[in-house]
């Protein structure tokens, strides 16, 4: 499967793409086509076990690696989960499902991918003849920072890089960053808002002098943003997985149209299911939830998409984001695959802030996607009614998605059987969702966190309750345009 890219250009072999994570020119890689999925994958056989799974979703994707390649990897992919079947789905009610994704080591859904990453860049560096080492940038909301740091970990090789917008992160989440063990990480925070983050690290990978820089000091760019394709496509997967589990379980027949419901940010996570759907899977509507930061509600509306707005620091701030960095990859499918045309909506992007579809497009649009977006006291009260009524804890970036969920069906928009991906774990926003059931916030996230586990009666999750005795490994701030020299300054000699 050649990956070609959304704003035109060079052709590449799935293993290019993954190491390059983003083109030249600014876009992003696509499979030249989205593959169908063969009819024993619909659904999966019950007993399946979660790495097969992925390892058959995976071959469909890069066919440039063996099926001992990809069986190798995803075997080693989801040692470090605390849950035998890896993406567990629950049932509250009859029409709902969640599929949790959060029981990896950082307690977040990017481990889904991030600890799959570093092994296919490995891979794919040995099938590119690379033999420089792969310095990874990344910028982070919160949670990729710590999936990043913890796939990539000593693994030869490779460096580690992540920036995080300062003051933008949870405590706990920047306590688990700046803790991060390994002789190959490097964990900086940058003065700005997550999008100064992620624009900083683009305009490194395009900037010609940092580059040759780096490659003097024998380094070569990747990138682990969920832009990278290496990071979609394990995340395509667990909606393959879902999709069996529901049908083994009795929620749906097999070929039964559902919904998806999914908690959005940069558009990576519901970007899966759309390519799952395209493949196969029997998802009728995609819910795009968000938070007060709506500009995706927005654009699913009107067609418009206008990033001039303010930006909302929520209780949900993996979500707060106003540049969706993988929606150009559904703007290439919706514009039928025009690189032009994509182009064309991303300079407007770049020099007015805002896109605007045609008719055409934003019929395709409204066709497969629905845009509903809570606040943080919608995400609050949601969070303490689920957990009233059905003894279920919901972590706020979930929650926002449960509530854009109620809300679609108080309107019809959600008629069918729906899954709602679940992305974090509660605990690991313990102190919002200790506020929502009622319980009083300190100054200590951790304690609060503890207070929570007491509470409900639920485990407090092992990387947290070791958080506690960590020692801070990492303290560098910097401003946007010093991001760079940063990195520069922090290889070894
Ligand atoms: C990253 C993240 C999201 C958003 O996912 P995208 O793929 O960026 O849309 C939602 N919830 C949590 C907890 C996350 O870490």
Redesign the pocket.
């Known amino acids: 499967m050649p990956y070609i890219c959304t704003r035109g250009g060079e052709t590449l072999t799935a293993s290019q793409a993954i190491l390059k994570g983003l083109a030249g020119n600014g876009g992003l890689y696509v499979p030249c086509s989205i593959p169908r999925a063969a009819d024993d994958m619909l659904p999966f056989a019950p007993d399946l076990p979660y790495a097969q799974r992925a390892a058959r979703v995976l071959s469909c994707f890069l066919d440039d690696f063996s099926a001992e390649e990809i069986g190798s990897i995803c075997a080693d992919s989801y040692g470090r989960f605390d849950d035998a079947r890896i993406a567990p789905v629950r049932s509250p009610d009859e029409s709902t499902a969640v599929l949790e994704l959060f029981h990896g080591p950082t307690l977040?859904?990017?481990d889904m991918a991030l600890q799959m990453l570093p092994r296919l860049t490995v891979f794919s560096a040995k099938k590119c003849g690379e033999t420089r080492r792969v310095c990874i940038l990344t910028a982070t909301?919160?949670?990729?920072g710590k999936a990043a740091l913890e796939g990539f970990e000593d693994v030869p090789g490779t460096r580690c890089t992540v920036f995080y917008p300062l003051d933008g992160v949870s405590r706990l989440q920047e306590k688990q960053m700046v803790t991060s063990g390994g002789n190959n990480t490097q964990v900086v925070a940058v003065r700005g808002n997550f999008d100064d983050a992620q624009t900083g690290v683009k305009r490194l990978f395009n900037d010609a002098d940092f580059v040759r820089a780096m490659n003097e000091r024998g380094c070569v760019l990747s990138s682990a943003n969920?832009i990278n394709i290496g990071r979609l496509v394990p995340q395509v997967a667990y909606y393959f997985s879902a999709y069996a589990d529901l049908c083994a379980g009795g929620m749906l027949k097999k070929g039964e149209m559902f919904d998806a419901c999914?908690?959005?940010?940069?558009?990576?996570?519901?970007?899966a299911a759309y390519y799952a759907r395209r493949m196969g899977v029997p998802i009728a509507r995609l819910i795009c939830a968000s938070n007060r930061n709506d500009v995706l509600t927005e654009f699913m509306h009107t067609g418009v998409y206008n990033a001039n707005r303010p930006f909302h620091k929520t209780i949900?701030p993996?979500?707060d984001?106003l540049i969706?960095s993988?929606l150009e990859r559904l703007l290439f499918e919706l514009c039928g695959r025009d690189a032009k045309r994509v182009s064309a909506m991303m300079q407007s992007l770049k020099e007015t802030g805002a896109f605007r579809l045609n008719a055409d497009e934003l019929a395709a649009l409204q066709k497969d996607f629905a845009g509903v977006s809570a606040d943080d006291n919608e995400t609050r009260d949601e969070i303490a009614l689920v957990w009233r009524e059905k003894h279920y804890l919901l972590?706020p970036?979930t929650a926002v998605a449960m509530r854009a969920l109620r809300k679609a069906r108080a309107e019809e928009q959600a008629v069918r059987k729906t899954l709602v991906v679940s992305?974090?774990s509660p605990f690991k926003f313990a102190q919002d969702v200790g506020e929502a059931v009622g319980l009083s916030r300190t100054e200590d996230a951790l304690r609060d966190a503890e207070t929570l586990s007491a509470f409900t009666g639920l485990p407090l999750p092992g990387p947290l309750a070791r958080l506690r005795t960590a020692a801070v490994r990492h303290r560098a701030v910097c401003e946007p345009e010093q991001m760079g020299r940063e990195v520069l300054n922090g290889l070894p000699e």
């Open positions: 977040a859904f990017k909301s919160g949670d990729t969920s999914v908690p959005t940010g940069n558009f990576g996570d519901i970007l949900s993996s979500m984001i969706s993988n972590d970036h992305t974090a």
